[in-house]
């Protein structure tokens, strides 16, 4: 339900508020903020917003980088880590150019909600529901050093095998061995039950938390089907909680798709699925797996582009360490039913008609939400669009382990990019699936290629401590 200015400004009277923080996104995905005392907080400030430099967020606009931030009270929430009784929230970003402004096309909330209206100006559906699980780590202690003189990084979680000589209780889980075990193995219990609490003051439904494979602090926390544009929201808060969360703690967590060498990576898998008028669009009892061909042209959609939209939803180059055979990852373009080694996974346990969905397992949390989940419903628009059929393709249903193929049989498969320079060659070449109705400005997308092509360069300059070990005495 849509919250009014009165009914903000009595949160602020009985929660004794004072500062507001307005939470802002920056082209990376995270978060930026500017605070204003309680007392200076008024509906002027929820119709004229907050000025913002654009371009220091990442933006290169066309525009003039000066903007306005026009909070949305519906997202208004008590900031619980703040000693200071705090009132947050996030909103869109506007342009100066008229008394009513505009949306910012580049800004990544105004971008899934234009996403949004695309799709319901299609006629396909008027509501896309997603439910990204979310994988991290929580470490004890991260050390790393990028200079001339040292490059190098360090890890420690106490529980883990590595300190079997020297954690002096014998509480050592084996490697690849975590997978939903139990206290006293389970040393962060209490700090994810108090994430978990966190989002649900926050008006996230939490389905479960449990420890994921690694031994070295893996974990998954699942929230509940949620419409897109709150999901990509609640996304940018799960992280918040869990990131300042785990270091009340004394931890440290990481949504790092790959932080561990020879340990599970950690994915962000997004379900989906699309209502029209209250009614499942990709529910049939007649389909396979139960899913109708609206549903299977949106898997075709995702399928087809999956190259390019591994720029958007795998936008960092540890992401595609974790995109290799053995760990449970994605590899090859395709799917299947309860299928973990297909791209996208039907699962079998959701039967009922206002359940039915599929999964996309590639992307993981170093994305911009709102980026990915807007990509996400674009590719699969157009699938819907041109009738892209995944079986009439090739690309499936694979219901066999893909990674125990024979190499000829693999040679036949399509896979994912194996580096982040591959994925943004395909995001050049194909993005007009993003660009279309406008959803996706073209500078964004020149912008990002740009950016993340010197991310490469830059990192493909640094020595890496295994070429040390191979190298180094030849």
Known sequence: MSKSIKEILEI????NIKMVDFKMVDINGQYRHVTIPA??????????????????????????????????????????FCEIPTLSMTGNAMIIDSPENRPLPQYPRNIVRAAVEHMKSAGVADTMLILPEFEF????????SVES???????????????????????IVPKQKNYHIAKPFDVSYECRSEMCLHMKDAGIEINYHHPEVAASGQFEIEPQLGEV?????????????????????????????????????????VHMLLMKDGQPV????????????????????????????????????NSFKRLVPGFEAPVTVGYATSNRSAVIR????????????????????????????????????????????????????????LYHLSDEEKAKLRHLPTSLDEALDALEADHDYLTAGGVFPEELIKNLIKTKRAECMELSKIPHPAEFDKYYNL
């Open 137 to 144: 780590y929580l470490f004890d202690e991260v050390n790393w």
């Open 282 to 317: 990709f529910s049939d009892d007649n389909g396979y797996a139960h899913l109708s061909e609206t549903a299977h042209y949106f898997m075709g959609g995702l399928l087809k582009h999956i190259a390019s939209l591994c720029a958007i939803t795998n936008p960092s180059t």
């Open 39 to 80: 007392e200076n907080f008024s509906e002027e400030t929820m119709k004229s917003g907050i000025g913002f430099d654009a371009s220091n967020y990442g933006y290169a606009v066309v525009e003039k980088s000066d903007m306005v931030f026009i909070p949305d009270p519906d997202t208004a929430v008590i900031d619980p």
């Open 149 to 171: 003189d040292c490059i190098a990084a360090s890890v420690d979680a106490k529980q883990s095998y590595w300190n079997s000589a020297n954690n002096g209780l014998g509480v």
């Open 346 to 401: 039907i699962p079998a346990y959701a039967k009922s008609p206002d359940k039915r969905r599929f999964e996309l397992r590639n992307p993981d949390a170093t994305c911009n939400p709102y980026f990915c989940y807007a990509a996400i419903l674009m590719a699969g628009l157009d699938g819907v669009k041109n009738k892209i059929d995944p079986h009439a393709n090739g690309w499936g249903p694979y219901d066999v382990n």
């Open 12 to 15: 602020i009277e009985q929660n």
């Open 229 to 269: 544009v709150h999901m990509a929201d609640a996304t940018m808060m799960i992280k918040y909680i869990i990131h300042n969360t785990a270091l009340k703690y004394g931890k440290t967590a990481t949504f790092m798709p790959k932080p561990i060498y020879g340990e599970a990576g950690s994915g962000m898998h």
